[in-house]
């Protein structure tokens, strides 16, 4: 299967580590973002949102990086990373929203303007972030794992713009639960990096 | 089952307007949001993150709409809301995670600011809702429903805050397509409103 891919996303990134962690064997394309390529065909007419990631697997087209997660744990990572029952999605399905909104309005969108200079609101990025992390730190401080407690497509999800967000100014020196989450996913089976991954 | 609910939150209208389509008892607690019940016990307790909704279904607590819809119908709606393949799975997915992204940060932001007087930039959310809404026009031009050609989960979080944009200033008259979409989803056995749905 194909993953549209450009390397210094981090929502192209939950992909490439999901596929990782589950021995699923990616054909990365890489799409000149700075050239506009996502906006144009054939790309366009894959997502017509012009976004990464975008994922062709047969006749499976998905834009979003939460559905690209959903549709390669169901299909081929077993109940183990997106588990079957109601309860178990429920809780799961919380990071995924967390890692939609929160993630992306926070550690994504400072490091979108940090890094890459998008025209966005670094204040605001931040001030999203100084509220959602103290969350999540009380959250690891209580339980190893984000949901079900054992890594999910959750880790997936949120790990990412965590382990770069220092990139955008987001860092995680006041998290001490966080940061040794952090080490607990780098040390699963198959882990993969990204550039910023420290 | 107990939803502590806001009746003018379209995110607590996304569990109500669920319940009422595949016919699930809700028991409504209204939460006094103006006097920071939220931010106390004993819902701070249910729920960290301070927001509503929250759903306690026996051992089963909840937050975030998106988290809730999977649960319920996966539990009690069937297959017809949120199907159990994965390409189908991913397919709604594609919308539960624009509903947490973009509608949250276009329509519902904008309608935050203008009708309760967040301090939020509503021109962004503006901006947002103008990127987001061709896009949702362009699909429902070709599409009945968002997803599987039926009415899915999809629907209840993508619904409440399109139908109720116009609150903040975002409406629905150059979408025709959306237009129609709203009035299918409308007509749909066991609907309901909510105040500001015309």
Redesign the interface.
């Known amino acids: 299967m194909k993953l549209y891919d450009l390397e210094l996303s981090g929502n192209c990134y939950k992909v490439r580590l999901f596929a990782a962690l589950v021995g699923i064997e990616l054909e990365l394309e890489p799409v000149d973002i700075p050239g506009g390529a996502h906006k144009r065909p054939p790309l366009i007419d894959l997502n017509?949102?012009g976004e990464l990631p975008v994922l062709v697997d047969g006749?499976?087209v998905?834009?979003?990086?939460?559905?690209?997660l959903?549709?390669?744990a169901?299909?081929y990572g077993g109940n183990q990373w997106w588990p079957d029952?109601?309860?178990q999605?429920?809780?799961v399905?919380?990071w995924?929203?967390?890692a939609?909104?929160e993630i992306?309005?926070g550690p994504n969108t400072a490091r979108l303007v940090e890094k890459f200079g998008y025209p966005l609101?670094k204040a605001?990025a931040l001030e999203v972030s100084a509220q959602l992390l103290p969350?999540i730190e009380?959250?690891l401080s209580r339980h190893d794992w984000l949901a079900l407690g054992r890594p999910t497509i959750a880790e997936c999800a949120v790990f990412p713009y965590l382990a770069v967000g220092w990139e955008g100014g987001v860092t995680l020196n006041d998290y001490p639960a966080i940061q040794a989450w952090i080490e607990r996913t780098k040390a699963l089976p198959g882990f993969v990096g990204m550039p910023g991954v420290r």
């Open positions: 017509p949102w006749d499976v998905l834009r979003d990086s939460q559905a690209i959903v549709y390669l169901r299909r029952g109601a309860a999605q429920g809780e399905m919380q995924l929203s967390t939609a909104n992306h309005n609101n605001r969350l009380q959250h």
